[in-house]
């Protein structure tokens, strides 16, 4: 009888599995062409350079009346200057007249300030006294005035090449007047289901089969942070299948095995990659989520060099999930230029938590209000998925979590 | 001559604004079904119960030998219990024979436990002797088994309507193998731009005007929050224009009119919103953002009653953008269920920044390190958003934040 049962190699920690992979991880270079109201959370591929002043012209910051400022220097409460009111301009408008010595012309917030003033008055410092305006306070020339090319000269650089396109960010390209803009590619995540036993939901459940669950998580996570994601058909745990399907799904960045829950299926996994490319490393020491094999293929893709990260994801549900969010989500926002990390929070644990030594370990948890209740029955619950709201790490040198002790939950 | 400019009347609080908008935004309805794999961020419209058992059949916790545990009582380190090993079992496949006395069938994770069996030793606690095993170590009843239903029981409610699907409670519901699933609709945002200055990107700029970004801003953000967004061509700042344009949004759950810079354009919006249902506030203590409108329609659709919240946003895009931040953004994810807050962060101001007593105040910042500095130069600036990472806000009874003062980065 074989044997398929070989035990696990030298197991490395977490923080050598998140080095090695961060390292070994691609850059996109694959740039597109897309319209400014699809481009938040992009990166930008150009820098994006002014074609014209920001504002285009002088205009007022304030509602109020456009004067020469020297006209209203001795104003005061007690003593206004009375100017001519000759025109009226709201914003979108152009000036018809000049201020003159004596004059002023009623403006908007935003509206272009006529010649001949160097200033504006806010209302709240004047009074309508028929054709005419008084003057409350002394403004100076320039007050209440963003000057021409003031916020951005033509010319500028405004936004860098590699920059994450915030909504912020995507409404300073709007201000120049572009529509179009160059940005990276999404990472592209391949998601290959493989397992003799898994079956897709919506086919008849055959005896000693269960329904795949890790294609419809990973695929969540990926999509969710922006990820452009590809899932292939259930592959099964042969040497010559798994192979065909990672071809197929080359050039992606990153390739996620979402089976192999055992340890045959995780050596097919190491075997493939050893022929394809290089075994980066094959356990981790981490509860769970130990099985994790991870390596990577160099291929050509348009005639250029093209590295893709494979994993072999841990077969369990749980363990997959919480695989997914510590190991390959930090991947996926590196590529993306999201350096918003998940939330975490400080929550009070309700019962004790007993880990192993020299194992990270990961517990997922439901919250309430203040306190942390877990949510963990064993990796292949599907229940301490349903009720967890997010998940502790407890490092491999602690072996105990009191109960009433604060916890980090990073939310899902 | 027309004086348009009318002074606000009574400003409310923040809070009070925050409160008010909560409590009329409308609920949503509509329901749709879609696929399993673009469920992630969307919120359930019905409970979602068990068809069957998960696991369906019992099946192996771990790789190693389904055995009769009652056969392995004695065993240990050095007097193990040898059993003839009479088959193999992977995951997915059906086991042939019938465990009896003093057998044992090699069994894969994840793979059904055979008949006459009722627990499983690891492989780390077995030897490999010719056609049998050796069992260093006694199992009980159970052990490394998990039982048929033992997650889940046929009919039990698994997930509830209105909780929203992280990607966990996907893989939830492909445990089921259900691949469609009835949501919430996405929370419909209608943006309509508005002001007499204002160009949409792309066409020419003629004098006087300034291109279009709080239609961009506004978009961008409230996509990233998962709504349906649309947006309309430019609106003059005329009544009937207005409103006209207000209809066609309708019946969106938010309208947000990105314009009206000038006290004259909010008096425009504030009489539409007056005669079409009910002005809820006009004029926030807030600095930037004052000059913002709230009110609410109640009209009619398909048959059902629905209200429609409609916001008159500050014209200057700093302005505009961190208002959309502070009051619209936590009513896009009320309506999604999404209670992840923004990424909020503990930085040492760089500079002193002086306040308005009586006014909440918001200023963007640029992140270096452990540092933030101020980005913020006017509210028309646009500079003062390219550089931005997020904001802080110093409330209405602060006055200054002092250099090396410790304050909360709300990022974008």
Known sequence: MENRMRPFRALISLEEAKRITMENLPEITETESIAILDAGGRRLAEDVKAQAD?????????????????????????????????????????????VKKGEAIQIATGAMIPDGADAVVMVENTEIRGESVLVFKPSYPGSDVSGKGEDIKTGE??????????????????????????????????????????TAPGEELEKGKIYDINTYTLSSIARELGADVRTYPITPD???????????????????????????????????????????????????????????????HGGKRKVTLVFGMPGYPTSCLTNAYVLVAPLIRKLTGDCNPLRVEKKRMSQRIVSTLGRHQIFTVRVEEDAAHPAFKESGAITSMANADGYIQIPANVDLVEKGEMVDVTFF
Chains 1, 2 share one sequence.
Do not use: N, W
């Open 54 to 98: 920001v504002p285009p012209y002088s205009r007022s910051a304030v509602d109020g009346y456009a004067v020469r400022a020297k006209d209203t220097y001795g104003a005061g409460r007690y003593s206004p200057v009375k100017l001519k009111v000759i025109e009226s301009v709201h914003a979108g408008e152009v000036p018809e007249k000049t």
């Open 157 to 198: 650089v405004v936004l860098k090449a590699g920059e994450r396109l915030s909504p912020a960010k995507v409404g300073v390209i709007s201000s120049l007047g572009i529509t179009e803009i160059k940005v990276f590619g999404r990472p592209r995540i391949a998601v290959i289901p493989t397992g003799d036993e898994v």
């Open 238 to 300: 042969r040497k010559e299948d798994i192979r065909t399907a990672i071809e197929s799904a080359l050039p992606a960045d990153i390739i996620l095995l979402s089976g192999g829950s055992s340890v045959g299926e995780r050596d097919v996994i190491v075997d493939v990659l050893a022929e394809m490319g290089e075994v980066l490393f094959h356990g981790i020491q981490l509860k769970p989520g130990k099985p994790t094999v991870c390596g990577r293929i160099t291929g050509e």
